[in-house]
């Protein structure tokens, strides 16, 4: 034990509870438990009485009435980097997460109980998809049955296929996967572009198999993912300058598609004939505030209005909002966009490991032009949120451009939900 530890006055040097308990985080001094993990000999320093007020878990494993009697416990499903880092977050509600391990801790906080670590897990993940690390995340989400996650991983790539198809992550995720992506209507990607990523996915897999990276064995190690192709969506030019020469089809399968192609009526009972991916709308989420929220609550329930005027640089419909709220707590809201279109009541109830909001959407959304203002006023009743930010007055995702006007720098109002309207739209009267 290190000197500096039998110091009996060490304390007087640490002038918060964090910082003692910062002190403590992985330290032998005062320990009565300590964790290792498979492949490892390294040793983690604990004291149940820190996790116990963490965890449930925890609580039943040192102080229930099964009580771990062993002075070490072996965790055979983590490693060292994320059980150091679950560890840090029990003493210094920090935790430094990364695309590799974030899903990892994710699965422990969930193990052991801990909904807070699982939120900041989720608040990493929302803050860090990108077209590099989609496909790793998605992949650990589905080995994790995070259910969640894998769905946001999915409307992520709905939205930016061409940017994830063509990541170096693609090419490592496995044949079930590359199956449910070909398969998905709402891609953003053209079918050849598609086409040409599945091709050097399936050079990368004969790799891992270690076998030739052959026309036949690419086309082997696809499976049932090449008939989710839609070959009959490209152009004739497209097909024609990329299909042939790959080697995926045979000669009969290439007359069928040209026969298509050229007008003619032909069906299969194995290909995908359809001519287009049927675009659901992606939806689109942006905050109105700049920089930091500050918040608190009002103690007792009570009624109020908050008012926004927005308008967008391109066509989009718009589907809801995204309202802050007490955690756990119930919500009636009365949700009016630009009156004379919409007034109809909504009650949401916030769940979601305690994230503080909870969205409130459009039965169905409505469809609003280009630089036209859009007035919302909420009706709310609830716990009344209490905070200091700026409301932006512009922002720009997705190649649209957002106007926001409010009366002042507070609001219940933390994002607007929409989508981009790629349809002619004919002129609305709000």
């Known amino acids: 034990m290190a000197t500096s530890q039998q110091e009996v006055d060490w304390q007087s040097t640490k002038k918060t509870v964090l910082e003692r308990s910062r002190h403590m985080f992985n330290n032998p001094f005062m320990s009565d438990i300590a964790f290792s993990c498979e492949g490892s000999d390294k040793k983690f320093f604990a004291h149940k009485h820190v996790l116990a007020t963490s965890s449930a878990v925890f609580y039943a494993m040192f102080y229930g009435e099964l009580a771990e009697k062993n002075s070490v416990v072996h965790l055979s499903d983590t490693d060292e980097e994320i059980l150091e880092e679950f560890l840090r977050f029990l003493y210094t509600d920090e935790c430094n997460l990364t695309t590799e391990n974030a899903v990892f801790v994710l699965y422990l906080a969930k193990k052991y109980i801990v909904p807070s670590l699982a939120q900041k897990c989720f608040e990493y993940f929302d803050a860090n998809f990108t077209a590099e690390n989609v496909f790793s995340l998605l992949q650990k989400a589905i080995q994790f049955d995070e259910n969640k996650l894998e769905e946001k991983c999915w409307d992520f790539i709905d939205l930016k296929t061409s940017e994830a198809v063509a990541s170096d992550g693609f090419s490592d995720i496995n044949q079930a996967t590359l199956v449910e992506l070909v398969k998905r209507e709402p891609l953003n990607v053209r079918e050849v572009d598609l086409f040409k990523a599945v091709l050097k996915w399936s050079e990368a897999e004969c790799s891992r198999k270690g076998i030739e990276a052959n026309a036949k064995n690419k086309r082997a190690v696809m499976g049932n993912a090449i008939y989710q192709i839609r070959f009959v969506s490209m152009t004739l030019q497209d097909f024609a300058q990329n299909v042939p020469q790959s080697g995926m089809l045979t000669p009969e399968e290439m007359l069928l598609f040209y026969g298509k192609l050229g007008g003619a009526e032909r069906t299969s009972k194995i290909w995908n004939m359809s001519e287009t991916r049927a675009k659901e709308d992606i939806l689109i989420r942006c905050g109105i505030f700049d920089g930091h929220v500050s918040c608190g609550f009002s103690s007792t329930v009570s009624t109020w209005e908050d008012t926004l005027r927005i308008s967008f640089s391109k066509p989009v419909k718009f589907h809801g909002v995204r309202l802050f709220g007490k955690k756990q707590k119930e919500y009636n809201v009365k949700l009016e966009v630009s009156s004379r279109i919409i007034e109809k009541k909504f009650h949401s109830k916030h769940n979601d490991f305690g994230m503080s909001w909870f969205n409130v959407m459009l039965p169905v959304p409505i469809k ?47 994002k607007i939900i929409f989508s981009e309207n790629l349809n002619e739209i004919r002129h609305y009267n709000f």
């Not at 512009?394 to 002042?408: C, D």
């Open 368 to 414: 609003v032009q280009a630089n036209f203002p859009v007035h919302l006023k909420a009706t709310i009743t609830g716990y009344h949120y209490v905070y200091s930010a700026r409301v932006r007055k512009t922002v720009e995702t997705n190649g649209i451009t957002i106007n926001f006007e409010a009366k002042q720098d507070s609001s219940q109002f933390d």
